[in-house]
């Protein structure tokens, strides 16, 4: 399972999932480096773990899909 960032707040990141439910995960507990925007997944001892190279790859299909709503 897949969870995006959507916020930072109190010591929580405020994720949504591929099927749109909104999960809180406590920023102690995810390792890597986060921001808006990071994919995170669940590892088996239940910590999260920064997925870079799955943030990179949704990142740039948003700015292609951006992109071509623009394009005439």
């Given at each position: 399972?897949?969870?995006?960032v959507?916020?930072?707040?109190?010591?929580?990141?405020?994720?949504?999932?591929?099927?749109?439910?909104?999960?809180?995960?406590?920023?102690?507990?995810?390792?890597?480096e986060?921001?808006?925007?990071?994919?995170?997944?669940?590892?088996?001892d239940?910590?999260?773990?920064?997925?870079?190279?799955?943030?990179?790859?949704?990142?740039?299909?948003?700015?292609?899909?951006?992109?071509?709503?623009?394009?005439?």
């Amino acid at each position: 399972m897949y969870l995006s960032v959507d916020r930072i707040e109190n010591g929580i990141a405020v994720c949504v999932d591929d099927g749109g439910e909104t999960h809180g995960v406590l920023l102690e507990n995810i390792i890597g480096e986060l921001r808006e925007g990071s994919i995170i997944i669940p590892d088996a001892d239940g910590m999260y773990s920064v997925d870079e190279s799955e943030t990179e790859l949704r990142r740039e299909a948003n700015f292609d899909l951006a992109e071509s709503l623009f394009d005439e």
